[in-house]
């Protein structure tokens, strides 16, 4: 019977060399079948997974094939089966940028040739036949590499057929020699390139500490200045952070102007919101005269460094009414056909002192696009390797996809954090389009159930590509439960926050316990959004010294660095969270057992995870109190009991010794 | 500052319409990120969900895009917004074809613009300025389509930002008009077209019983022919069957020819095993002269047909050494440099009555693939449409990807049967690239936890590719279990086929509960693939009422012809194993209790799922017993107890009938 017409070429859907003869699938990590990169660190391994398989009983061989994005050539990895035809490998990250990789697989016919012929020997069967394969295998491998040509006059000087001459082939030191150099059979290649983007260190472990600058004067009459920012460096150093990050930096519109506490008129003397960015001194490329010139500015970045802090600024596309832009762009706004321009809203809510780009407009894409991209590189120019970003759900997702991609190619150490509150498929893709750290749920995450189920939510395919810093407060979140909770609920607060995330920060006053509302609201009272405060650093009852300590522990132990590492431990007391935080390889391992409840004393009885160092139930490990520093004690025993008092412990931080072994 | 020589034209990476603006992902059904179809029957309603969302408060709207493969145009299907961004719609599969499908989704700037105005209306705001904008909007939307003119000229009419234009504008018969017409904002389209294969409903619905035509004399000293054959075709009509199974009917070679009970040696008048397919009289697409001729092939399928039973055959890729296939395209073959030809083995194991095609041969691509695929037709011109394929897995996967698309090509309706017993993976990617039936593990799990654990793997993602037969036994599979039984593990077995599978099996004999093995191994004694047997069809203790019973029971209740939905029962006894086969709209419900243990009573309390009918536990509910006809019964309340004796009642199988709402 011929083909009928509709039949297909069968030129169009094979090759004729066999490719995908040897099945690659379901290779791990993928995410979204390959189109969203997956996150990891520059120095980390990669691991690599796959199913790989193919009909009959040849042995198969397999690599990762990877390079870095400014690569031109593949390099290689070998990868090892494990069991149940799935193989792994692993390759090492040794840059901050992106990296592609894939797999490779054939089927190995010299290795099939000598297992085949070894089995049938061993059975005790005529190989003649199977001899002179071998040796016709070995000519096709010698074509292909001159260095076989010694083996081949070895296997040649023996007799045709004899054992001789196969003892000769499959010789050990040849097999491997002609393995190398023949030919891959039904090389078969995985169809997609994956990405990982190794980011630096500090995408996922950072200590971030948020001020006004505007207050640094401490005096509310007078507007804080970039010196008086630099003479807090010691203060914000002290407490151990290595990020202090600002919210924005430029000149405040007048048109629209909120006053304090978001009151719609401004009074005379009022600052206005931080927000309103944009006025007759600039835009956002510009700095708000009162703080300082351009060269402040450098002077701060440099005397930062010099504290171990660096600068993270503010990155918020909306517009005052008075941003220059308005009149030298207004292609870039959204004016209705009355000639108004449409300000911020959601209705029936309006935000009067500002005004939204509209990235689709004829006329501003793609000049406002680059545009918005300069702003950045101006900053990154300036050294700012850090932009916190305003909002950007309200923005397209492909501009930041653009934008970020764009940046990084220049700056790859530019890192963008997600200031996102909104659906969780939103969070989750700012992270997919590149975001490489995220704000979080974490101050509406209180209880033991809330925080085990979202750590571990967190810890699971989510962590492939977004990463949390769990900030305690921020100038937009005055915490509900904090509003009650006293002291102990700052201690307990930025206890997990610093030991759950490998990013963790919080904005000036928390340190300070201060809480007092809006009342009502999840707002500060007298928010310095809209005024300049002065505090009394030294207030009774702050917890820099407990802030302190967290962050010390954080630098000295790898386990509190990471978010993905959390460990939950069986604790009979629905208000006692305890987790152990621990690194793989079980070098270093926190313990960390905390009262949720702010006022009352709890005691619990709670497991120490010996079998993690495979420890019997009943052994004793030797422990260190990260709090308060002393000789190490032992613990008797998986079950321990404690007593957590708000007063006095509301938290308890261990970091266990495993004997060596 | 100007953009770095390194930076990319955004032009390269967006489209200035906003393309992916509306994010579109985790779409469902998608496997393998679109790599692999999924199956569903002609007749099917297919849901697909997608996540869909977009910045800002904008309304969106979304549809299901599709068509069948040979129809040019995009068929549409609205979708609807369920919760936390996640869409949903559905379309029917009206044929038996391939069907593309993929998502569009859109910002509705019309939509969004009467909720916001609304909105400010309700609250009291002055919207002279979006009247405007309205009145805009629906120009733009007329100049688009004529039939708004009415409706523009109805807006225009009144006084310009009046109430009543306002009125006119948002009045609903309007807004729907305005809506369909106007442009679809930042129109995204996902960026897969997903494929979905509707097959024929016997790809999952149907009962097999396979037979050797050679033992149909009844005779063991006469080969049967096709005639013999027609003879019994009231007897498999008889027990309900509707696909009729024969293994390999072509000529059979002489050389290497095995004995009976596999032995190396053929004595004189020994007929050979099937599967050594090939001699003088011909190869694939020959009938073994001592069946009949083609005509007589011809007539059996007529007649088979008349019985309501399609014929499946086997088609089984080896040859045997006498196949005319070895002379006339030596190129297809397998030769060692001493021209010996390779037979087919697993080292040490030979198979020395069959050699295999090499489908990579130089010369054998793509000749032999043509040469097979046309067998297929060849046979499928003769009014076959189901291929039983002989192990598939020893074959490369490309070959069967192109084979089964292009024979559905031309024959959609055609069927292929994996006939793997394989490792897992195996036996997911054959039904992956296109196998739409499959063998399966049913008849090695056979305790409680293997088939509960088994039933619920293919009923999950497995499912959507994999379609099981769950054969009770195959004329290389006498199951141990079975051999010392007794009938009532006959019963049990095909009780357990036939109503967790849409697709079941059985090889001739098991309805005579036939079990004598090959000492100690999972062979038949005296096995038709080596030999002519003859069987007394009336044996005393066979089981053709049961069959009779299961295969009408399956016709009946629709809730036995699909294999994902066993919803399995709490029962207290661990030999035994209860569950429901349901029906989604709740119209039909089965429930089946097994007596595991072949040899002893077994007394257990089990539950019947009132819950799934909205019944409280104490409810009663009308029962019919499938197996004893006669009136319903009536149960009372969720916990019932039964006694299961292997001598009387091994199995109940009851369907349920709610209370009509």
């Not at 769990?470 to 921020?474: A, C, G």
């Given at each position: 019977m011929n083909a009928r017409p509709t039949l297909t070429s069968i030129e169009e859907m094979l090759e004729p060399d066999g490719t995908g003869r040897v099945v690659i699938e379901n290779v791990w990590p993928e995410l979204d079948g390959g189109r969203t990169p997956v996150k990891r660190l520059a120095g980390d391994e990669v691991e690599v997974w796959a199913d790989i398989f193919s009909d009959g009983h040849d042995i198969l061989r397999a690599e990762i094939i990877f390079r870095a994005e400014d690569e031109p050539d593949w390099r290689r990895a070998p990868m090892t089966f494990l069991d149940n035809d799935r193989w792994k490998g692993s390759f090492k990250l040794e840059r901050n940028i992106r990296y592609l990789y894939t797999v490779e697989a054939w089927r190995d016919v010299w290795g099939s040739w000598v297992n085949e012929v070894q089995k049938k020997k061993a059975a005790g069967q005529i190989v003649t036949s199977e001899i002179a394969e071998g040796v016709a295998l070995l000519e096709k491998a010698s074509e292909r590499n001159d260095s076989l040509a010694s083996v081949l006059g070895e296997v040649q000087a023996q007799e045709t057929g004899s054992d001789e001459q196969l003892g000769a082939l499959i010789d050990p030191f040849h097999v491997k020699a002609v393995q190398d150099a023949a030919q891959r059979g039904n090389l078969s290649r995985y169809d997609r390139e994956l990405v990982v983007i190794a980011d630096r260190t500090a995408a996922r472990f950072s200590s971030w500490y948020e001020l006004f600058p505007r207050s640094m004067s401490d005096d509310p009459a007078r507007h804080g200045t970039f010196d008086d920012v630099i003479k807090k460096l010691p203060y914000v150093q002290g407490m151990g952070f290595d990020v202090l990050y600002f919210p924005p930096i430029h000149p405040i519109g007048m048109k629209n102007r909120k006053g304090r506490n978001n009151s719609l008129k401004a009074e005379r003397g009022d600052v206005g919101s931080v927000y309103a960015i944009g006025s007759d001194a600039g835009g956002h490329d510009a700095i708000h005269p009162d703080l300082g010139t351009i060269e402040d500015f450098r002077r701060l970045v440099t005397a930062a460094k010099q504290h171990g802090l660096e600068i993270a600024l503010d990155f918020a596309i909306q517009c005052s009414p008075d941003h220059p832009w308005i009149k030298e762009h207004p292609e870039w706004f959204d004016w209705r056909p009355d000639g108004t321009l449409k300000y911020a809203e959601n209705p029936p809510k309006k935000y009067e002192d500002i005004v939204n780009v509209d990235f689709y407009n004829r006329g501003a894409f793609p000049s406002l696009w680059y545009a918005l991209r300069d702003v950045v590189l101006f900053w990154a120019n300036e050294g700012v390797r850090i932009f916190r970003v305003d909002n950007p759900h309200t923005k397209p997702l492909p501009f930041w996809k653009w934008l970020i991609r764009e940046v990084n190619r220049t700056y790859p150490d530019v890192i963008f954090l997600a200031e996102a509150f909104t659906r969780p498929k939103m969070m989750r893709a700012l992270a997919k389009i590149g975001f490489q750290q995220s704000y979080t749920y974490f101050t509406w995450r209180n209880t033991k159930a809330e925080l085990t189920s979202y750590v571990t939510e967190l810890a699971g395919d989510l962590g492939e590509v977004y990463r949390p810093n769990?900030?305690?407060?921020?100038p937009d979140i005055n915490p509900i439960p904090l509003q009650t909770a006293g002291r102990a609920g700052f201690i307990v607060r930025s206890t997990l926050a610093a030991t759950l995330s490998g990013a963790w920060g919080l904005y000036s006053g928390f340190e300070l316990c201060e809480a007092k509302p809006l009342p009502g609201k999840e707002e500060y009272l007298d928010s310095e959004k809209y005024e300049i405060r002065a505090w009394d650093w030294d207030r009774p009852g702050n917890i820099r010294s407990h802030i302190t300590a967290l962050n010390k522990m954080r630098r000295d132990n790898a386990a509190l660095q990471d978010f993905r590492n959390a460990l939950f431990l069986n604790a009979w007391n629905d208000n006692v969270l305890a987790y152990a935080k621990l690194m793989p390889e079980r070098d270093n391992c926190v313990v960390v057992i905390v009262n949720l409840d702010p006022h009352n004393r709890q005691d619990t009885s709670f497991e120490i995870p010996l079998w993690e160092f495979g420890l019997p139930d009943h052994a004793t490990i030797e422990a260190q109190d990260l709090l308060r520093p002393g000789s190490p004690f032992t613990l008797h025993g998986k079950v321990q009991t404690v007593a957590l008092d708000p007063a006095t412990n509301p938290v308890l931080i261990w970091r266990l010794i495993p004997p060596r072994p």
């Open positions: 769990f900030f305690v407060n921020t």
